[in-house]
């Protein structure tokens, strides 16, 4: 079995070693007998989303968002479809920022690809450090480190958990990042999915299930990385 991961400007949208997530996804697949094959797209690039199982957004400086969002209109309805056609999407703070409306700077609007119906404003102060939240679809919380000075707020919308430590969507709902078909976006940098192997391989099973129908991951020898996750969710949750 075969993933296509499709890297969107990591020149551009890279911060606190996001492209470990991919190093992460690949690996992980590799160590089952699986491959993934990485395409990383510069910003003019053209983007066939129908030959893309996953599709990979990281971080950006304010400043990087606004290059970005002015390729945003070029790809919006091909993204567009991908997403309502069940395509996995991850994409992370900058990133996760410009899936929705816009992000509103102080003096600048950076328009977004509207492809959920949230929305981002700079706030006063950044809301910097750990992070802990709890998902649904696994008891094993996930943790990582946020840096935003962007509030999101989605609406009608689910987010990925619930805050147990640190501030999440816009430090005051409670909510953190979002899920919305097989799309998921968060404020969790870190790397996202080293430090949280549970949720690397949901969005390894989605793409394979929507791909190949059903799918069943073998464990992996993942002893470190819950105990590396434990000690994070001890530290900042214990009473
Ligand atoms: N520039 C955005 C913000 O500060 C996103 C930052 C990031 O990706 N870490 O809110």
Known sequence: MKLSIGHLFPELLNLYGDRGNIISLRRRMEWRGMEAEVTEYKLNDNIDFSKLDI?????????EQLLVCKRLGGIREAFKDYVEGGGVVIAICGGYQLLGHYYKLKNELVPGLSILDIFTESGVGRLIGNAVIKADFSDVPIVGFENHGGR???????????????????GSDGGEGVIYKNVIGTYLHGPL???????CDMVIKNALEKKYGKAELAPL???????????????????
């Open 152 to 170: 999101t707020y989605i609406g009608d919308h689910k987010p990925l958990g619930k805050v147990l430590f640190g501030s999440g969507n816009n």
């Open 55 to 63: 599709v990979f957004l990281g971080g950006g400086s304010d400043r």
């Open 193 to 199: 999915f080293p430090k949280n192997p549970h949720l």
């Open 221 to 239: 020898e993942d002893e470190a990385e819950y105990k590396a996750n434990s000690f994070i969710v001890n530290k900042y949750t214990r009473k």
